[in-house]
């Protein structure tokens, strides 16, 4: 069993893929520009790949903020 990815960690390589597939959608624009089908399509290729690490990037993400969010709810209730 791995560890878990510390939250900073996990915020960086997010924001790694997201910045990532900015600049290659940004690539993809100027290559179809030119006419570069070849190009397009590996660039197409890099995003796809990257598809399925953005979703899990974004679960976990989503998982720990549900979990902050019923901590601080649960820690406001007194104890019977």
């Known amino acids: 069993m ?46 796809r790949a990257n598809a399925s690490v953005k979703i899990a990037a974004d679960l976990a993400t989503k998982y720990r903020k549900n979990v902050q969010y019923h901590l601080a709810a649960t820690e406001h209730e007194a104890p019977h």
Not at 12 to 31: D, F, G, K, Q
Request: glycine content about 0%; proline content about 4%; hydrophobic content about 45%.
């Open 2 to 47: 791995t560890p878990a990815m510390p939250h900073a960690t996990q915020s960086a390589c997010t924001e790694m893929i997201l910045e990532l597939n900015h600049c290659v959608e940004v690539c993809i624009i100027a290559s179809a520009n030119v006419h570069c089908h070849k190009d397009v399509v590996k660039l197409q290729e890099i995003l």
